[in-house]
């Protein structure tokens, strides 16, 4: 690491806890169930690449992203495994699906005819995306039967099988998850699909029901070690091992008399005189506004809290009662220090989210070195 990270700010990305993680969806479905880690957005804003790597080392049986872009990133890097385009096939997305050999899924019928254009003297293999009760992308059930007789009968296109998503598998208990699971499997039997590969299950649907693993399923957020349920569990009470630890150095401390005011707004007076560090991370690096004198970090094992605003690249933190401190000293914001760690459900909570949204507004400047 050059001198100039070393002061900066930084992110750690612990693969061989992604691919424990990995294993531990694998170990939940069971052999002879697909395996097709998510890694849309970047990998969640870990690294799509270098998960893709690892998981299909440890035996991915392909990846799912969601748009075009991620798909050609991941093959450029080498990616061979099948790519599964969960955002399904959009107009004018066709050329592109067959140029990178991807699996769609197709939500509208109305666009086989110009994928079987497409493919030309290619075959392209697809799945029929149905609406189930999430009613975000997915044809009708009624209109199922139409477009498996469509892909089946216009060339160039090879009908994998039938997809659906739940829309509150992150509570486990749920009435709807029963019912979704049994709306798919009418679906399956009145168009003769049940032998087909059928995807229902995200991370919680996976962990919460065998039922729900069907041929193949889709884990994203549990490989990235956080919890999938709501309200949230941590990631570690149910096997998972985070993934991230966020680090940063203290560019400056300075003590403070009592009465002084810290950063944007003055929106934090000291109460005593007080040391106040500041770290080289703001908003730009996807430390959220919301956690300006919300926020904790970890300095030396020990929590201290993110005093006043958080501006575009700085936050101040109250360092006031750390037995010693000094500029460069190192500072988890996220992941653990010790004994003590803060980990991605926690800042969720913060900042009133859900850890998804944490990693994948983690800033593409913070640079990432995986361990
Ligand atoms: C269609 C689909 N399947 C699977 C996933 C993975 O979900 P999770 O990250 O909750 O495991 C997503 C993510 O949003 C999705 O959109």
Redesign the pocket.
């Known amino acids: 690491m050059t001198q100039e990270l070393s002061r900066s700010t930084w992110l750690e990305v612990d693969l061989s806890a992604v691919q424990h993680n990995f294993e531990q969806a694998r170990r939940a479905v069971g052999p002879g169930v697909g395996v097709f880690p998510?890694i849309k957005a970047n990998g969640y804003g870990l690294g799509a690449v270098p998960i893709a790597h690892r998981l299909a080392a440890a035996g991915a049986d392909g990846f799912?992203v969601a748009r075009l872009e991620e798909a050609a990133t991941l093959r450029h890097a080498g990616i061979q495994h099948p790519l599964v385009l969960?955002s399904g096939l959009s107009q004018g997305a066709e050329e592109g699906v067959v140029a990178l050999n991807l699996r769609p899924f197709v939500f509208d019928p109305g666009l086989l005819p110009s994928l079987s254009r497409a493919a030309g003297r290619s075959t392209v293999a697809l799945f029929l995306k149905v609406n189930t009760g999430m009613s975000r992308l997915g044809m009708a059930t009624t209109a199922v039967a139409a477009a498996v007789a469509q892909a089946r009968t216009l060339p160039g296109l090879h009908l994998l099988g039938l997809v659906s998503?739940m829309a509150c598998a992150d509570q486990p208990d749920h009435p709807e998850n029963d019912r979704q699971r049994h709306c798919l499997q009418t679906v399956l039997t009145q168009n003769g699909l049940t032998g087909s590969q059928v995807s229902l299950a995200?991370?919680?649907a996976l962990l919460s029901h065998p039922d729900n693993h069907f041929s193949w399923v889709?884990?994203?957020?549990?490989l990235y070690g956080a919890s999938?349920f709501f309200p949230a569990r941590s990631g570690q009470q149910i096997g998972l091992r985070p993934v991230v630890r966020w680090s940063a150095r203290i560019l400056q401390v300075d003590a403070l008399p009592c009465g002084a005011a810290v950063g944007y707004g003055q929106a934090f007076v000291t109460q005593r005189p007080s040391r106040i560090a500041i770290l080289p991370v703001g908003y730009a690096d996807g430390y959220n506004r919301l956690l300006g004198n919300r926020g904790r970090v970890l300095l030396a094992g020990h929590s201290r809290p993110v005093v006043g605003r958080v501006s575009m690249d700085m936050i101040a933190i109250d360092v006031t009662e750390a037995e010693s401190v000094a500029v460069g000293d190192r500072v988890t914001l996220l992941g653990s220090d010790g004994e003590a760690s803060i980990d991605v459900e926690e800042m969720a909570a913060w900042r009133g989210t859900i850890p998804?949204e944490v990693l994948c507004n983690l800033g593409e400047r913070v640079p990432r070195f995986y361990v």
């Open positions: 998510v799912c969960l998503h995200n991370s919680a889709r884990p994203g957020i549990m999938p998804y």
